[in-house]
């Protein structure tokens, strides 16, 4: 390479794992202790190339890196590029693309991020574990706590990665859970030469998504304060009960995305009167005059949907944890949490 003395691979088992937010935390320290770090995608998994290049984006814009220390994916696995290579059935050779790829990007350490899974990016021979066994650099494999069966599949991947696999971090682990993961998981795992190198404390802030992203998903129309879609929604409740169990329903919860039918005046001042970051209305309903002066003195957006709240339920739920780490609030978030539960002088030494 140029300049790069040492590459390293962040991959995951399944996707949503953290590997983004994983590499902004892990960059972010290695530039602490005086290291050039430079950044690359080589497969894009989004189905919108867009999105893929976005991501690309805002890790250079964050990690303040040159041209020469950013590259673009090789390859996008949108519905178009996998249609074409199934109908054409022939196996493109990727292998000197991908050594020049890595070759020309800058600096001390240069981390490359797998796609979603193990295994996505197999059709096109640049899996996770054929990168690496191409560019024969190791892994670092990112993890979401699920139970104590998240063994099985960091099992899997050392047999798939053999010595290649440098070693783990395992994140969004409760706080219920932690004691099993130190004196249980953790043991475990060294033992079978998997090297684990952070345990990540569950952040509902990391899970979390904001005002705004909830709009985009729900092709929302907002009624008031869209200055405040940068709030962020770590909870989902919804408004169907009569109003005094509605209140003592709301007062559980925290920075709250209560979704109520556009003709539940009741229930909606209710729900402003607690810790609520948006109100999503159903049905397409134009509120109470009076919601709208509550909501826009207390500063708290108000999104309104055509769509029943089932629908609406169901496209919330999916978007936590599964928004892009691009929040500052977020950044900032898991900057601290690397600095605090991840041994990067380990990770160094076994680079």
């Known amino acids: 390479m140029a300049k ?15 590997k983004s937010g994983t590499i902004v935390g892990l960059a972010h320290q290695l530039k602490q202790q005086g290291l050039s770090v430079s950044y690359g995608k080589p497969v894009g998994t989004s189905f919108e190339s867009t999105l893929a290049e ?12 040159s041209d020469s220390q950013v590259r673009s994916p090789l390859i996008y696995l949108d519905p178009e590029t996998v249609q074409k290579s199934l109908y054409e059935n022939v196996n493109r050779d990727y292998t000197q693309e991908l050594k020049d790829y890595l070759s020309s990007l800058e600096g001390d350490i240069c981390i490359l991020e797998g796609a979603g899974s193990l295994s996505e990016g197999s059709l096109f021979n640049l899996s996770l574990p054929e990168i690496a066994q191409i560019l024969d650099i190791p892994v670092l494999l990112v993890t979401r706590y699920t139970s104590l069966l998240m063994v099985d599949g960091l099992l899997k991947a050392k047999k798939e990665l053999g010595d290649r696999l440098l070693g783990t971090i395992i994140n969004d682990v409760p706080s219920d859970a932690l004691e099993d993961c130190q004196t249980l998981i953790k043991p475990f795992l060294e033992k079978h030469q998997i090297s684990v190198l952070g345990l990540l404390p569950k952040s509902s802030l990391l899970r979390s998504v904001s005002v705004r992203e909830l709009a985009k998903q729900l092709k929302a129309e907002i009624l008031c304060r869209p200055d405040r879609l940068d709030l962020m929604v770590e909870s989902l409740t919804i408004g169907a009960m009569n109003v005094n169990a509605a209140i003592e329903y709301f007062c559980k919860g925290q920075n709250m995305a209560v ?17 609520t970051s948006c109100l999503i209305l159903t049905g397409h309903l134009t509120p109470n005059p009076l919601i709208l002066s509550r909501a826009d003195y207390l500063e708290v957006p108000i999104l309104s949907v055509d769509l029943d709240t089932l629908t609406t339920v169901e496209i919330v739920d999916q978007a936590f944890g599964k928004t892009r780490i691009q929040e500052p609030i977020k950044v900032q978030c898991i900057q601290q949490l ?11 030494s076994l680079l």
Request: charged share 15%; glycine share 10%.
């Open 4 to 18: 790069s003395t040492k590459s390293l691979l962040i991959g995951s088992v399944a996707p949503y794992s953290g």
């Open 54 to 65: 976005d991501d690309v984006q805002f890790m250079q814009q964050l990690l303040g890196l």
């Open 259 to 275: 979704i109520t039918g556009g003709d539940r005046t009741d229930v909606q001042l209710a729900a402003l009167e607690t810790s």
């Open 338 to 348: 690397m600095n605090t539960y991840f041994d990067v002088s380990r990770l160094l």
